[in-house]
């Protein structure tokens, strides 16, 4: 029985401070539930607001890329300076140690391999092994235009519902097939529909002109795949125009880990998602720190 005897007064009531309400840091996400702010909030920084995610699930539909051909041990050294994770279940079981604390973006669509038709995809992972992993987020593939469009739209809006009824925000990744064309209309139409139809973060690609009106019509935070590797500046400057043109991070593989060095290119990465360094700076800082090796 509880020992009721000398039990302290309850009197800080601060009955005149009314109770802070805050608003929730990331655009659009203001009515999600707890869980899903939450989890959102390991993803993007609440400080800055953005995210860099490291993206090491290529192997889903391309084999042992370069870069990737030991996770271990190449992308392993990485995680310190990334704010996410991206990769599959069998890669985060088979690899990553349970004692990493660093939130996990599942990637949760699959089934066609760059030998066949890539837009034919389903549902990967059940939300219940999401919810076993404990994971932040689920990825999954979003054709527009594609052959397969309806059916990646509906795995998408599957994975939503799944989530939503365990707490887990749904990443959508608009792919682009390669006869189509790369420009502010296509990814204007590409990230809405996500967002309209519930995703709770877009990934989609930078492009020259007109991004600002991709990220400005798209209700939801965007943040932007790297796609191939470039030479360290460039994608610097990619990554450095993204964000002052409303992008909330990226989610970027190859301009990391096939990098000369992937540990100074991840934390210059950092600089300009985090701290608006411009793109001169962050690779003089990607040239001190790979020189101090
Ligand atoms: C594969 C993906 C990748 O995660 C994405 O393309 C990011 O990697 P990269 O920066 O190398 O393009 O979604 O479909």
Same mark, same amino acid.
């Given at each position: 029985?509880?020992?009721?005897? %000398?039990?302290?007064?309850?009197?800080?009531?601060?009955?005149?401070?009314?109770?802070?309400?805050?608003?929730?840091?990331?655009?659009?996400?203001?009515?999600?539930?707890? %869980?899903?702010?939450?989890?959102?909030?390991?993803?993007?920084?609440?400080?800055?607001?953005?995210?860099?995610?490291? #993206?090491? *699930?290529? %192997?889903?539909?391309?084999?042992?890329?370069?870069?990737?051909?030991?996770?271990?041990?190449?992308?392993?050294?990485?995680?310190? =300076?990334? *704010?996410?994770?991206?990769?599959?279940? %069998?890669?985060l079981r088979s690899i990553v140690p349970p004692s990493m604390t660093l939130p996990i973006v599942i990637r949760a669509s699959g089934g066609s391999s760059i030998l066949k038709e890539l837009s034919n995809e389903e549902i990967a992972v059940?939300?219940? *092994?999401?919810?076993?992993?404990?994971?932040?987020?689920?990825?999954?593939?979003?054709?527009?235009?594609?052959?397969?469009?309806?059916?990646?739209?509906?795995?998408?809006?599957?994975?939503?519902?799944?989530?939503?009824?365990?707490?887990?925000?749904?990443?959508?990744?608009?792919?682009?097939?390669?006869?189509? #064309?790369?420009?502010?209309? =296509?990814?204007?139409?590409?990230?809405?529909? +996500?967002?309209?139809?519930? #995703?709770?973060?877009?990934?989609?690609?930078?492009?020259?002109?007109?991004?600002?009106?991709?990220?400005? +019509? +798209?209700?939801?935070?965007?943040?932007?795949?790297?796609?191939?590797?470039?030479?360290?500046?460039?994608?610097?400057?990619?990554?450095?125009?993204?964000?002052?043109?409303?992008?909330?991070?990226?989610?970027?593989?190859?301009?990391?880990?096939?990098?000369?060095?992937?540990?100074?290119?991840?934390?210059?990465?950092?600089?300009?998602?985090?701290?608006? @360094?411009?793109? @001169?700076? #962050?690779?003089?800082?990607?040239? *001190?720190?790979?020189?101090?090796?």
């Amino acid at each position: 029985m509880a020992d009721l005897d %000398g039990v302290k007064e309850a009197k800080n009531f601060h009955a005149g401070v009314p109770q802070k309400s805050e608003g929730f840091f990331l655009k659009g996400s203001n009515s999600l539930d707890w %869980g899903m702010k939450n989890r959102l909030a390991r993803i993007f920084n609440p400080q800055s607001g953005n995210t860099v995610m490291l #993206a090491v *699930d290529h %192997g889903y539909f391309q084999g042992p890329t370069t870069g990737l051909e030991r996770i271990d041990l190449d992308i392993l050294p990485l995680v310190p =300076y990334a *704010d996410t994770l991206m990769l599959t279940r %069998g890669i985060l079981r088979s690899i990553v140690p349970p004692s990493m604390t660093l939130p996990i973006v599942i990637r949760a669509s699959g089934g066609s391999s760059i030998l066949k038709e890539l837009s034919n995809e389903e549902i990967a992972v059940a939300v219940e *092994d999401s919810v076993r992993l404990n994971v932040s987020a689920m990825a999954v593939q979003v054709f527009i235009g594609g052959e397969y469009e309806k059916q990646s739209i509906h795995n998408m809006t599957r994975l939503i519902d799944q989530g939503i009824r365990a707490g887990i925000p749904t990443l959508a990744v608009t792919a682009v097939g390669t006869d189509m #064309a790369r420009d502010a209309r =296509y990814f204007r139409l590409a990230t809405r529909i +996500c967002a309209e139809l519930g #995703a709770h973060y877009v990934k989609t690609y930078f492009i020259e002109e007109g991004f600002e009106t991709v990220t400005s +019509c +798209c209700p939801v935070p965007i943040v932007i795949a790297g796609g191939k590797k470039l030479p360290e500046l460039d994608a610097l400057t990619m990554a450095y125009k993204a964000i002052q043109q409303g992008a909330n991070g990226v989610d970027m593989g190859r301009n990391i880990f096939q990098s000369e060095a992937p540990k100074a290119m991840i934390q210059a990465v950092g600089a300009v998602v985090h701290r608006n @360094e411009t793109p @001169e700076k #962050a690779f003089q800082m990607y040239n *001190d720190l790979k020189n101090q090796k």
